[in-house]
């Protein structure tokens, strides 16, 4: 049944887009006209074309794209187990044909890191994937790159873009900075839950609101001034709370050194795979944001969906005409669906 479902799921989008539809599955028990190499289905793909990786048990290893495509997985469970996963994704342009992967979306898949490598790559989606070992990383002088609904390990290194939209993610606290390189007042981060943090690493000017900090033991807030910081919430349970807005940085409206009260509560400063990080009905973040939503990832027009939120067309009613059929009768099928929101 499930197959159906992405069979005609795919229909729906190839009919409404005009673009082909690769599917890669590396398993050998692969259906008949699936690739089981990724590169091969990028190389034969053109500009726009969409590209559905299966699940495998090991990873599709390094990518290179040099083209816009729209490559979808299968969402992430946040460990290093089953699922659509390459190990590093590169964004590069080519010269001879000249081509460029501006304007491609990368949604339900596991990295471990994104690197793009030329500044005139823009307009980056990069939606529910699990960023399993470092970084993304956006070479400088890029722009209109949207990074939300994901879990990342490390952080992202903006070097001075513009136009950069960081929202709805989990930052697992591996790396206390969390945001690397920024002084334009167009880099908005909005509505993430960042664990064991201390600061964002030489950022001035940035739009920081709705966001909740597990502040760590050590903070060197030289490294971020002139920051905006509107309705976030901090909470540090030890001695010395951290201050918002931090020192050098401007804002109203903030809580400091609160509990954020989540669903489960907080049993270290540091992110953990068993614990709920919705907040509870009295916490002091809930409907406290800007937009009155709560404060953190499930507040927002995106709230954080766990496994990836995978914007693929969605069948939003199927009736099966004649459900009991002989061998070898076409079964009838009506369905309602929405187109992917790219």
Known sequence: MKNIFFTIAFLIFALASQATIYHVDKNQNRPSGYYGDLVTAINLASAGDTIYLYPASSDYGNITITKKVHLFGFGFDGTAGFGSRIYNLYLDTTTSPSSNPSGSTFQGITFDNIISNKSNINNIGVYGCYISSSYIKIASGSSGWVIKNNLIKYYIQVNYCSNILIANNIFMGSNSYSIYYSTSSTVVVSNNLFFNFSHFYYTNNISVNNNIFICSGTTNQSYMENNQFINNLS????????????????????????????????????????????????????????????????????????????????????????????????????????????
């Open 235 to 342: 909470w540090r349970s030890t001695a010395t709370p951290y201050p918002l807005p931090p020192v050098g940085n401007t804002g109203t409206g903030n809580k400091s050194n609160v509990d954020p009260l989540f669903e489960t509560g907080l049993s270290s400063g540091t992110f953990d795979y068993t614990k709920d990080y919705h907040l509870q009905s009295s916490s002091p973040g809930k409907n406290a944001g800007t937009d009155g939503t709560d404060i953190g990832p499930y507040g927002g027009t995106n709230p954080f969906i766990w496994g990836g939120a995978i914007t693929i067309p969605q069948i939003t009613e199927m009736v099966i005409r004649n459900p009991v059929v002989n061998q070898g009768t076409n079964i009838n099928v009506k369905v309602k669906a929405k187109k992917a929101d790219l």
